[in-house]
Structures are given as structure tokens and as C-alpha cells.
């Protein structure tokens, strides 16, 4: 198809190469989401990609080097190691190059591919060792995002291992349903009395504790596993709110991935249907970052999700560079100040109050409930009680808690208001007679 090289003649050739003496860098070459463009455009242009693919590798090198299709949409081309400098300026023409619009035919397609590197000696002394360390390498860029390059290090065989056993355990938790919830109490700023709870999801190890979500949560997102695992985040906490006293809310995160397939609103009709929950208890967070692409389609889901009753929360608050334009273009009712505003409060930034009061006092101006997150100190809660923030989230005020442990935080909350309320009744009562 592309007439150049196959595997098995590649591999050969470089053994020989490596057995002459030639220091010898191979880059593996794999071109992103291949998958989609052959399934969007046809066979037969994703076979015209691959012959123009080849065709612009071979611009990048000469006589001497050897370029193969290794299989599939993945390519290889090996060179003389000149210096490792020379490394790393491949690896970027390789990146360039493929960078600028495929014409084809009626079609312009843009395409993007991932390069990794590996040179012998240093990282292998036979062609199916370099060619492994270059594909160890290759998956590290792939993961890295489109358009990255990555030379070999040992320890990236390792990171890959633990990545390949990450993906086993998310596989098998989506699966098995083993995934966990932990619930962090939302407070009221005037009386600091628990609102509501937000629902963070974890993901127990084999063996105890847990895997960050920081870590997980992109992979799942990669492995198109985030809104399998965001459904069943909503339902399960949809069902455990449900058994709560109806004042008190459930906050939710969501992943931009969940509205790529335009199902997050019925996902959400249905839960709410099979839990029983009230519509405006349950509060959806969302990010920036969901708004940066394809926002008609974006737009249009919030508002049927607003339609069913829930409220709509903006979340991380001013950490984009583009949080403030969303706010005018659709009608949130939550804003939630990031909490590297609040933790950062009272150490030495003396503009930093004065942000943090303009981001309420707009949050306020357009009717949005405004909660702080990061609250770590009295000091802290104090200043955002006094410039207008009505809840309170952080661990001073309560950290994330098992569901067996919520019984008892609600119960406690409702006995100290209650102790609260007698103590003020007394009071009032004495002052009368007095």
C-alpha cells in the first residue's frame, strides 16, 4: 500500500545496522485517532492518508535510513545517530511535518501523530529491543496527549506496567461496580449548618486505599470509560441523597466527555425518575474546560439539564483564562470560588482579598449562589462569611466522610441547631424578664 518497508525487513535491516557498529536511533510513529478519520471519511481515504504519510517521511530522510509501516497506522524510521541532539530534531520535523493539512481529493483533514524514540546502544543492542523501547516510548507520548515526542528511559517500562495495571483495575471496577463515594460536607456561611453534601468519587486499590482521582479519572477519560463511571456517580448519588432530610443538596462533578454523546441529559432524567430525588437538590459542577469546544452543543445540554430542575454549578472558578465569558452566556445558579484563592489568603498577597471580593460581588450581581472551596482556617471563614459568600467548603469545616458516617454528621448537625435554637429562645426569654 504505501511501498515501503514491511516489519519483518525493517527489523532485519536494523539488526544488521546494530551489528555493524551504527549507533542507531529508530523513531515509532503512530498516527492519533486514526480510527475516527477512516471511520468518518471512508477506507479509501484513510488508505490515501497512509501512502501520504510514508511519502513525507521519506522527505525526512535520506538514502541511508529506513522507513517502514509497521502496521496498522503505525510507521518507523530509522537513522545514523549523528548526536542525540539530532534525536530530538527528528522527532520534532517528524511532528512538523505530519502537522500540515492532509488534501484529499474533496476532504482537507487535519492530522496529528505521536512520536517515540529509542538509540542503540544505550536502549538496546538488538532491533526487537529498540523497536520495544521506542513503542514503550510512543505510548508514553500517546498518553502525554496529540502532537508529543518521547525519548526512551528505562523507567518508563515501569510506569507502563503500572499504567497497564491501572487500566485493569479501572476495567474491572467499572465492571464490578466496586468504584466508592465519599461525601464532603457543604456548609451555610451565616450559621455554618451543613447545606448539603458534594460526592467525590475513589477508587479502592487491591490491597487498601485509594487511587487518586487526579490520576484515574484522565485515563478513564482516554479509555472512553468517564461516562459509564459518571452514570453510575449520579445514580448512586442521587439514591444515597434521597434517603437525606429534603433540604439538604447533592453536588456532582461532570466530565466534559459526558456530553460528547449528547446522552448526559437523559442520564440524568432517568436517575432522578428511578431515585425518587427532587430535581433541585441535585447540583451538576462543571468546568470551564467543557465550554472550550463544541459550545452550541454544550449550551443546549445545560439547558435541558436546567429545564429538569437541577442546578447548574461553575466550578474551579478563575483559574481559566476564559471562566468570566461563560458566566453572560448561560444562566448559572452556583459559583464556586477555586480553592487556591482561599488557601492562599493572608499569606502575603495583599491584592488577593480584593479578587476574591470582586469574584463574589459578581457572582452575587447575577443572582448566583456563591460557595468558597479550600476554607482551612477560623481567619478564612471569617473574611469570606463578611464579603458575602453564602457556603462554606474545606476541611476545616469537614472533610470527604464514608457513607456509614453520614447517618451520624447529619445527626449532629441537627442536635448542635437544635442546642443552638433552645440556647437563643433562653436568651431571648431571660432578656424579656430582665
Not at 525526512?60 to 529506513?66: E, F, G, I, T
Not at 486499590?205 to 477519560?221: I, N, Q, T, Y
Amino acid at each position: 500500500l504505501t511501498e515501503i518497508l514491511n516489519r519483518a525487513r525493517f527489523m532485519n535491516d536494523v539488526d544488521e545496522a546494530i551489528r555493524l557498529g551504527c549507533p542507531v536511533e529508530v523513531h515509532t510513529i503512530d498516527i492519533n485517532r486514526f480510527k475516527e478519520i477512516n471511520d468518518a471519511f471512508g477506507p479509501a481515504v484513510g488508505d490515501d492518508i497512509l501512502r501520504q504519510v510514508a511519502r513525507r517521511l521519506q522527505t525526512l530522510s535520506d538514502k541511508r535510513d529506513l522507513l517502514a509501516r509497521l502496521g496498522g497506522d503505525e510507521f518507523a524510521l530509522a537513522e545514523i545517530v549523528r548526536n542525540m541532539g539530532q534525536v530530538t530534531k527528528t522527532a520534532r520535523r517528524i511532528i512538523a511535518t505530519m502537522g500540515e493539512t492532509f488534501h484529499l481529493g474533496d476532504h482537507d483533514v487535519d492530522v496529528t501523530v505521536s512520536v517515540g524514540s529509542a538509540v542503540a546502544p544505550a536502549h538496546g543492542q538488538d532491533a526487537p529491543t529498540l523497536l520495544r523501547n521506542a513503542e514503550i516510548a510512543l505510548t508514553h507520548s500517546k498518553s502525554a496527549g496529540p502532537a508529543s515526542r518521547s525519548l526512551f528511559r528505562p523507567e518508563m517500562d515501569a510506569e507502563l506496567q503500572a499504567q497497564r495495571e491501572l487500566e485493569t483495575l479501572l476495567r474491572s471496577a467499572v465492571a464490578k461496580g466496586t468504584f466508592e463515594l465519599m461525601f464532603q460536607p457543604i456548609h451555610r456561611a451565616e450559621d455554618l449548618r451543613i447545606a448539603g453534601f458534594e460526592a467525590l468519587l475513589r477508587l479502592p486499590r487491591d490491597g487498601g486505599g485509594h487511587v487518586s482521582p487526579a490520576v484515574f479519572v484522565p485515563l478513564a477519560e482516554r479509555l472512553g470509560l468517564i461516562t459509564a463511571i459518571g452514570g453510575w456517580v449520579i445514580g448512586r448519588a442521587c439514591e444515597v441523597a434521597a434517603t437525606w432530610p429534603s433540604q439538604l443538596t447533592i453536588a456532582v462533578n461532570l466530565s466534559p466527555v459526558q456530553f460528547e454523546d449528547g446522552r448526559i441529559v437523559e442520564t440524568v432524567r432517568a436517575t432522578l425518575e428511578a431515585s425518587g430525588l427532587a430535581a433541585r437538590r441535585l447540583e451538576l459542577e462543571i468546568t470551564e474546560g467543557l465550554l472550550l469546544s463544541d459550545t452550541e452543543s454544550v449550551m443546549r445540554q445545560l439547558a435541558d439539564l436546567k429545564a429538569l430542575g437541577v442546578r447548574i454549578a461553575m466550578d474551579d472558578f478563575g483559574t481559566g483564562y476564559s471562566s468570566l465569558s461563560y458566566l453572560w452566556r448561560f444562566p448559572f445558579d452556583k459559583l464556586k470560588v477555586d480553592q487556591s484563592f482561599v488557601r492562599a489568603l493572608g499569606k502575603g498577597d495583599e491584592h488577593l482579598a480584593s479578587v476574591i471580593q470582586a469574584i463574589v460581588a459578581l457572582g452575587r450581581s447575577l443572582g448566583m449562589t456563591i460557595t468558597a472551596e479550600g476554607v482551612e482556617t477560623d481567619a478564612q471563614a471569617n473574611f469570606l462569611r463578611q464579603i458575602g459568600c453564602d457556603q462554606l467548603q474545606g476541611f476545616h469545616l469537614g472533610r470527604p466522610m464514608a457513607l456509614d458516617r453520614l447517618p451520624g454528621a447529619i445527626l449532629k448537625d441537627f442536635r448542635s441547631a437544635a442546642e443552638r435554637s433552645e440556647a437563643e429562645t433562653s436568651a431571648t426569654r431571660v432578656s424579656r424578664e430582665a
